[in-house]
């Protein structure tokens, strides 16, 4: 089975501050897919970066990049430079090779920007 | 542009009513997913599909039940709602390239209210 675990409900962040968003995960699958999405309070989900079991360089998509340590089971999210409109929860989720092709998702980190 | 769509996006109902949630996707996809989620939770897989005439239970039990006639549409139906049914209900489909780095793409939601 697969498990997401973030252990940060609620972080806040200065605007223009970086911020480090924490996600371990547990699979027994040498192939695998993790994904950050972030639900603002309309509740849509927006997927924001993608990085692969197999992939030696961490991902990065403009101000959102993943700090994957495969060892230690870790893929945090780190957002550069915040802003207001990066208020909003924010999901880990992982996908293994095998079986249904459904991600499974994490409890989430509430981030709150402050001005 | 959303390229998939869930209607209606708030439903407040009675308690024994039944009730149909649609979601329509525009992108050919064979892969769709229904997820439900309370407020501030994680998300939970409840059905998915992987084509036409082709629907297994997801995770989480669910009273619900789907159907799947057309690629395009996937409707999720509660023969008697009852207030436990009250929560927020995703849809989601991804592309068929077999490919772990499919990003599954949401609709914007549909926030039911059994009274």
């Known amino acids: 089975a697969q498990k997401i675990t973030q252990t940060q409900p609620g972080m806040f962040v200065q605007e223009k501050e970086a911020v480090t968003l924490d996600c371990t995960y547990d699979?027994?699958?040498?192939?695998?897919?993790l994904f950050w999405y972030k639900q603002p309070s309309s509740g849509e989900m927006i997927f924001l970066i993608y990085q692969g079991s197999y992939d030696e360089q961490n991902a990065t998509e403009g101000r959102y990049s993943l700090n994957f340590q495969k060892a230690r089971k870790s893929a945090n999210l780190v957002i550069s430079a915040s802003q207001l409109g990066d208020s909003a929860m924010y999901f880990c989720a992982m996908r293994v090779k095998a079986g249904r092709r459904a991600l499974t998702f994490g409890s989430g980190t509430r981030l709150q920007v402050q001005p | 542009e959303a390229d998939i769509y869930q209607t209606p996006r708030y439903l407040v109902i009675g308690t024994g009513k039944k009730i149909t949630l649609e979601c329509s996707q525009t992108?050919?996809?064979?892969?769709m997913y229904w997820y439900q989620q309370d407020p501030g939770m994680e998300l939970h897989l409840i059905h998915y599909?992987?084509?036409?005439?082709?629907?297994e239970k997801g995770d989480l039990s669910s009273e619900s039940t789907v159907s799947r006639i057309r690629t395009e549409h996937f409707p999720l139906t509660l023969e008697s709602a009852r207030p436990s049914h009250t929560s927020q209900y995703l849809c989601?489909?991804?592309?068929?390239?077999?490919?772990?780095?499919?990003?599954?793409?949401f609709g914007a939601g549909s926030r039911l209210t059994v009274l």
């Open positions: 992108m050919g996809h064979d892969k």
């Open positions: 989601a489909s991804s592309a068929n390239r077999d490919s772990g780095a499919n990003v599954l793409t």
């Open positions: 599909s992987y084509g036409v005439n082709s629907t």
């Open positions: 699979t027994s699958d040498q192939s695998y897919g």
